[in-house]
């Protein structure tokens, strides 16, 4: 039996919490989920944190951040230190993050925001319940949210 | 009882310090207030790790980064020292910045700043408190000092 | 006898660890390889410290950043986590990257992927069997991928 | 008795040195003073760890960036290493930077680099003695070398 | 007797290890030398700590990033990881790096490249043997390689 973490915000507009949640659910069975909600991107690696140090065996860290330049800063900042939080407990934390400018409007961005859920959600489950799978797809080009790109032979 | 650990500067124009207390006393009680006062931003950082090492259960740092480019760098290194400070601390540290252009006249930056400490004095309530109320408002597009975002179904 | 680790990702869009592999059998012996893959290059970091936690003596990072501004940074964020793993651990990571503007078509990507896989493949053998071939090519212009640059006298 | 230490580089063109300990001495006793000279800003960060273990309260680093883009990036790189440094050894470290494009010419560039090291001197000695003085003078807009700004009410 | 590192690259297009050398060597004695080659700037943070491993009292890392921007932040981010190498083992590590796009013409480029790995070197010897020496040219506006700035009064 494995826990899988979920962190999110309240400042994201969309709830990636139940997209990850159902997708986990469709693809099968042996984790349970924890989740952790924090105001934003920057308080997320602390909820990482917290929930490994709550006996995580994998953490998603759901954010949306804004389309403005100190958004984009902040997310930076998020990033890095998510990374910092995954190398020092050695947990994988995977980062869904859906920035406010990769979609037109509204509705394109609720579908964004949920099919890079679903697609990291798959990811969280590879990693932990089948490796090989992920090795199977090594170099061939798989994209979270967007279309998949060409492989090159 | 937990204590709440607020940093702040000599640089900032507005008395944030004061929002914060303010707010906190008027949404229930159950802490103390311990206050830490550097020359700037920068030191933040470690006026909020002098503060966790004397007992604070989680810490706001109030700032307000000027406008030019070097005031944009010098806010960038202070906020990924808090997060350093956070992750190693595992307490949460709330960043409260309000950044000199965010307004266009210094009555809207007061009053931007109020809201913004008033808002992630709740924030820091929240956390200690009632996690169970963050949960509810997870991916409902919550902002502070500024007006919420619509959230997408 | 060494073990060389090999990280690699299902976004990349051409078979890196072919080329490491094809490589490294054709230089010579005394080694074994191990393989991690994981979904994007800021999952590169982890999974290097894994392979090291699995006993790797050296580890090469493999990856293929997009052409965007925010693929960009996330190669930066990946650098460095892979920066501070390998410091961390003080086991030699050599990380290649191919990013995906740095040709014009996909038949030159696919080209220049695999030289500098190869290239750095080298590298890997010559950093754990013959330091010595190192020194004697320190300032002479290498180039991995691309052709070698002219040194100064 | 405490002791601050005050690191300073001979690539910068104006004798802080001289102001900060001219400014300490004119404030008040209480303390003794070591220092350590380096070539540039980026060793600034050591030269302040070996002064914080050569039994050091408080450190000021002084330092003078030139005015070209890859000196903007070595001060940001040398910033934070100072702070890192003064987080891993919790003492106050004060970054005093003066940039050459801060002033229109030399006689301005030295007047201002005088009087932001006095300022920082003063920041330094209320950090260790006064800090009751620091807090009376929160949000009140001081800055260092520079007039002060406007508070806002 | 002391030891000083040398952490060179063979993407280097200068032989910047023979001018550290033959200028230490002019300068006086005292010393050994290591050396430790590696393929890019990036390699040299985790040559820097190995040689610090292998008991260097002071290393110098020597580089020639090229001019493109993905150079200039591979740069970047090799610096900072020998500034972290530098702070963990509370070694001094000096930069020596030449960039491409600083001289006209390879003539031009191999002579700075020249001049300032002999400048460095004697800021090692200095640094290890002379500490005065550095003290008293303290805001003199010291350059390496570029001729000296005009001190302030």
């Known amino acids: 039996m494995k826990t899988i973490g979920i962190a999110d915000t309240t400042f994201a507009r969309y709830d990636m919490y139940g997209s ?29 944190q917290k929930l490994i140090g709550d006996g995580c065996d994998l953490v998603l860290a759901l954010g949306m951040p804004g389309p403005e330049p100190i958004d984009k800063q902040c997310a930076d900042q998020a990033s890095r230190a998510l990374l910092n939080v995954e190398l020092k407990h050695n947990v ?50 798989q994209r979270e949210g967007h279309p998949d790109a060409e492989p090159i032979r």
């Open 92 to 141: 994988h934390v995977l980062e869904v993050f859906v920035h406010e400018d990769e979609a037109d409007n509204d509705r394109e961005l609720g579908r964004l925001a949920d099919n890079r859920s679903r697609e990291h959600a798959v990811n969280a489950y590879d990693l932990l319940f089948r490796q090989d799978r992920l090795q199977r797809m090594a170099g061939t080009g």
């Open 20 to 48: 990850v949640v159902d997708e986990l659910n469709s693809i099968g069975t042996g984790f349970d989920v924890k989740r952790y909600t924090v105001p934003g991107i920057k308080d997320l690696a602390i909820a990482v």
